[in-house]
């Protein structure tokens, strides 16, 4: 992390409740709040800043041009609104709830938005127009993609382990702070007393700089439901919370319209390398105005300067020592690499087409379905238990089957009985097929994973070996 960040400060805590403040709490939910505290008044609510609105160059134009302004610049675009998205409570704690909350503010707003999450080695980065998908090129550098989230964004959308949301709090660089709840009367409640604990570890900022807004995002029911718990917790925040929250309805149909991947990489400390490239305020690097292309245009040139692939075994510019008659023949290792590669590993299998959702619990693997909806999960043997994350995975694919099927159209029920005996068949892709002979005899499908050069590229290839 920065050596110049400032000294710690104290983390999220949580704050005490009076039995008052309990009694209180049972009457704002359950009868007409005559125990509540009286509301704030107009005049004694704290006010928010008026943010200027995003240049409209940014949904404006043709393809990218740069990410980055030459330096000699004088002009810098303005900077992207950076929100923290919290998981409350919810039905299901994954992925999908983040993705749908950004396709939403992307078409309610008229926002383009970026959406980058990170959890541990993994960091995905993806741009969402709410309209068709824009067309840019995948690119493997972490900063490389941060930067192109930051210049084709009017905002930009944060989700990180929740063991690294204290300390993400105490950094600057965080305009927004939204938590994301279900509409149960359990999610109520939860939700108000978390957004009671941040806004008690704000106010205990040491800096002086501005506090970042609190909102509520409440999904996971219907229309109905939804506004009333919309209102409950209106009511709560303004008659114990000395500062203004804004609760959002997050209601509407799991949907992933106009979601561009940039990359989706795994590799020892991405999450840290993504969080400081999008909260580095000290870089000078000013940003480029960009605007994004859609696929129904035509451009002149590519929406991102040309990928250049690398070998993923030794580099060429390694020298060969000269051998002659007699000579032992030297041992070369090939060195290992941490980069991920450029084309979806589903779409080494012939007939999977890749989804955008993950486990959250198995980095680095990916999810696809077949040409019937079925579901399959796809690794490398390059981490450590590869065997346990596709297990992993394939669980939680089944244990979020129902909105998997909403968020991603091409899945279906794996049967026409909903409780038929069915799973998610797994792929291991294997550089060294013979390191997992004990595979051959599960149901995981094995392959044997090679690089070949074409035309002077090299691209990789899956063998199967027991399929």
Known sequence: MDQNRPPARPGIRLTGTEQEEHDALAELFLGDAAFAPRPMSPADEPQPKPTSAPPSSRYEGSAVRSVRAD??????????????????????????????????????????????RTSGGSVAV????GVQRAEVEPVESIEDAIAVAMAAASRVILRVDETAEPELLERGGIDEVTIL????????????????????????????????????????????????????IERACKAFLDRPVEVLDASGRIDATGTTTICRIDEDHA??????????????????????RLTDEEADRPAMPEVVVRPIGAPRSDPTPAVTRGDSLPLVEPKPTNRRLREPLPELIEGLSTIQARCPYAPGVELACDAEGDLHAVTTDDGPDAVARLLAAGAWAMDNLPLLIRAETSVRLPASDPMADCGVTLHLLARSPARHRAV??????????????VDGEEIMVATPINT
């Open 440 to 453: 051959l005899d599960t149901d995981i499908r094995l392959y044997a994973l090679a690089s070949v050069e």
């Open 126 to 129: 993806d741009v969402i127009t």
């Open 181 to 232: 709840t279900g509409a149960d009367e359990a999610a109520v409640v939860a939700s108000y007393r978390l957004i009671k604990s941040l806004a008690a570890s704000l106010d205990d900022r040491l800096d002086s700089d501005e506090p970042p807004r609190l909102r509520v995002a409440v999904m996971g029911g219907s229309g109905e439901v939804i506004a009333q718990a919309c209102k409950k």
């Open 71 to 116: 330096s000699d610049s004088d002009h810098r675009a303005e900077r992207p609104q950076i929100e923290l998205v919290v998981l409350g409570h919810l039905p299901v704690r994954a992925s999908l709830w983040v993705r749908q909350y950004a396709c939403q503010a992307a078409r309610k707003r008229g926002e383009t938005v970026s959406l980058v």
């Open 271 to 292: 999450a840290d390398r993504a969080i400081e490239a999008l909260l580095d305020t000290q870089s000078e690097a000013p940003f480029a105005p960009v605007s994004l």
